[in-house]
């Protein structure tokens, strides 16, 4: 006989608690009592989708790694990716007018500068973001000619990065972007979709990361600007301050970090110094900070 959660009667509020447990040890995620129909829809989809028949069965099975990628398909699923080009842009507007200025600045000006400008995007979900940064870059920074500039984007879900990979998007993504940039920076591949070109999703890297994970967060390095939007609120207390002290640690002293609109650093971690722009808050890293 098939388990409630196969037959899509949910999950029984034990398997529930014992869930949530689980996949917050595995990828600092908290699930509260709110998100249960979230987690209870998507957990039913994962054991049909399986060879089990049971909550019981399918969880033994993730726990144990028994089917290589199980964990991964679920973190795809638990994962929300809903994002579009030019999102909350007033930060790239900040991050052009003020916060480049200023790590150029620090860094001893162009023409001086040792190394790249490195930007990060994380969690970058579909791409959006980092090929908006490089999009209001190309067209609105003055310096991009002379300034080698790196743009990476990271995220927990490999599907995401699939798709940000290939770079495909349809008009609700496209919805903010000037027709003029559309023309010059994307080809259409039908279906009302278009694929950003080759020589901007060169010049994005992206990687696989869990934010959380501070062994795997000790790859990213020198970073002058951070975004890393709308995922801190996901996270419970503990996870939010590893998340922030592995971007601290991501990133160069001097360098920016931009949260979501309803995000606050001050909630979460001392460690990071505030700084009201004319566009909004962003946070630093403390020049001479080790």
């Known amino acids: 006989m098939a388990s409630a959660a196969a037959t899509g009667a949910g999950l029984t509020d034990a398997d529930f608690a014992r869930f949530v447990e689980y996949f917050y040890k595995r990828t600092g995620i908290h699930f509260a009592d709110s998100k249960r129909y979230f987690v209870d829809k998507r957990i039913e989809t994962c054991i049909r989708e399986s060879p089990y028949d049971s909550f019981s069965g399918w969880f033994a099975a993730l726990r144990v790694n028994e089917k290589s990628g199980m964990l991964q398909d679920l973190i795809n699923q638990l994962t929300v990716n809903e994002t579009y080009f030019l999102r909350e842009d007033y930060q790239f507007d900040a991050m052009l007018s003020t916060v480049l200025p200023n790590v150029l600045r620090d860094r001893g000006g162009v023409g001086r500068i ?140 001097g360098g920016y970090l931009f949260l979501g609109h309803s995000e606050s650093m001050s909630r979460i971690s001392p460690i990071f110094t505030p700084s009201r722009l004319a566009e909004g808050v962003v946070y630093q890293r403390p020049i001479g900070a080790k």
């Not at 023309?183 to 591949?189: A, P």
């Not at 020198?222 to 503990?238: G, K």
Request: aromatic share 10%; charged share 25%.
């Open 114 to 253: 040792v190394g790249p400008v490195k930007i990060l995007s994380l969690p970058c979900s579909t791409g959006e973001e980092p090929y908006s940064i490089a999009l209001r870059l190309l067209e609105e920074w003055d310096q991009i000619d002379h300034v080698d500039v790196e743009i990476h984007g990271a995220d927990i879900d490999s599907d995401v990065l699939a798709k940000a990979a290939h770079a495909s998007y349809g008009e609700r993504s496209l919805q903010r972007v000037p027709k003029p940039w559309i023309n010059r920076y994307f080809t259409s591949v039908g279906s009302g979709r278009y694929q950003v070109d080759e020589g901007i999703r060169s010049a994005v890297t992206l990687h696989r990361v869990n934010i959380c994970d501070t062994l795997a967060m000790r790859a990213f390095r020198d970073f002058d600007v951070v975004f890393c939007r709308n995922v801190l609120i996901y996270f419970d207390e503990l996870s939010s301050r590893r998340a922030a002290e592995n971007l601290y640690g991501a990133m160069r002293p």
